[in-house]
Structures are given as C-alpha cells and as structure tokens.
T-cell receptor, first 115, second 119 residues
Framework: EPEVTQTPSHQVTQMGQEVILRCVPI?????FYWYRQILGQKVEFLVS????????KSEIFDDQFSVERPDGSNFTLKIRSTKLEDSAMYFC?????????????FGPGTRLLVL | AQKITQTQPGMFVQEKEAVTLDCTYD???????LFWYKQPSSGEMIFLIY??????QNATEGRYSLNFQKARKSANLVISASQLGDSAMYFC????????????????FGSGTRLSIRP
C-alpha cells in the first residue's frame, strides 16, 4: 500500500543551524502539508502546498520556515536558523485533493531535537 | 476558543470491552469533515475513520465506528472488542470551510486521549 515516507527519522542539531526535513508524498497526491507536534502536545498545522505554491500557513510558519517541491517526488521543509522551541516531531502529510472529504495521510514523522 | 475538545486525557479499558472516546467540536461552517487518528508509541499518525457533516449515516470502519450527533456537535469514536494493540493516543480532528475545491484545507487536532488496554 502506498505510504508517505520521511527522512531522517531523527535529527539532532545545534541551535542556529539550518535543517531540511524531507518527505516523499504518495505518488498520485497533489496536496501536501507539514504539521508539528511538540512533545506531549497536540498536532499543529504549519503549512499546506498545492500547485507549487503555499496554499495556507499558520502563524507558526514564520520567515524561518520554507517549503519546496524540488522535483516530482520530494517535498521539503527547511528551518533556516533553528531555535530550542523548534524541537518537535514534524509530520508530512498528503492528500489526493484539497476537498473536505479527502483524508490526509501522514508520514511516520521526523523527530527534531535542537540543542 | 477550542475547536476540538477531547475531555478524557487518559482511559483504561479491559481487553475485549468496547470503549467510547469523546470528542466535541465547534464550528459555524455548515460544511466540515471529522477525522480520528491513532498514534501508537512509535509516533506515526494512522488514519482511522472519517465523517462528513452532511453524511446521514454514522461512519464505520471495521471495529471503529463514529457516533455522530450533529446537533450536539459531538463525534465520539467507538472501538468494539478492544485489543491490546489498540493502546495508543487517539486524536479527533476537523477540517472545515470550503474555499474552493482547489484549496488545501488544514486539519485541526484535539489534544488527544491516551487509551490503555488491560489484558
């Protein structure tokens, strides 16, 4: 069964460093998302992406964050200068369409630790 | 104001019993979708079940069913015949608003309920 994959599964970085989190959405999906979950807290929406542009972003998604679809398969989240509070699990998700009924399928997540 | 409220931070249930996980939601939009996801200790988010605001019937998927009470704005998940593998965090979530078919509307999650199944 097709699934969303994410790499790396874990990343440890120093505060101020740039990180790139990678995702390969399900191949026929057109809508892509990033969410994050700080340890012990709820899952929070970061950004949605369709047709090579951001569709919606939350207030969390500030200038330190960017997303890109560099080729036909990958979808990346870049954090330019990481802060301690960026430590979280980051989930990529994809869906066939952006319609209300469309299920978003989540990847296994990347656990980011900023020291 | 909370969009999704899950009032049970944790629950313990005996194996093979049925369990109901509560979820209430708040929206003024007539069109919305409700989801339940399971998050085992390994961390991944697993889609379980979906209910649309206009669906007449309660959604069912195997041992999972959604008790949808629209007037009360509740969407409780019922797991029948619980199994040890059901031990996980369960999130209720909502997608609202129609900004056009091409929009990629976000999902809003509740704070989750940690379900533990006792053997």
């Amino acid at each position: 069964e097709p699934e969303v994959t994410q790499t790396p599964s874990h990343q440890v970085t120093q505060m101020g460093q740039e990180v790139i989190l990678r995702c390969v959405p399900i191949s026929n999906h057109l809508y892509f998302y990033w969410y994050r979950q700080i340890l012990g807290q709820k899952v929070e929406f970061l950004v949605s992406f369709y047709n090579n542009e951001i569709s919606e972003k939350s207030e969390i998604f500030d200038d330190q964050f960017s997303v890109e679809r560099p080729d036909g398969s990958n979808f990346t989240l870049k954090i330019r200068s990481t802060k301690l509070e960026d430590s979280a699990m980051y989930f990529c998700a994809s869906s066939v369409s952006g319609g209300l009924q469309e299920t978003q399928y989540f990847g296994p997540g990347t656990r980011l630790l900023v020291l | 104001a909370q969009k999704i409220t899950q009032t049970q931070p944790g629950m313990f249930v005996q194996e093979k019993e049925a369990v109901t996980l509560d979820c209430t939601y708040d929206t003024s939009d007539p069109s919305y979708g409700l989801f339940w996801y399971k998050q085992p200790s390994s961390g991944e988010m697993i889609f379980l079940i979906y209910q649309g605001s206009y669906d007449q019937q309660n959604a069912t998927e195997g041992r999972y069913s959604l008790n949808f009470q629209k007037a009360r704005k509740s969407a409780n998940l019922v797991i029948s015949a619980s199994q040890l593998g059901d031990s996980a965090m369960y999130f209720c979530a909502m997608r609202e608003g129609l900004r056009g078919y091409s929009s990629a509307s976000k999902i809003i999650f509740g704070s989750g309920t940690r379900l533990s199944i006792r053997p």
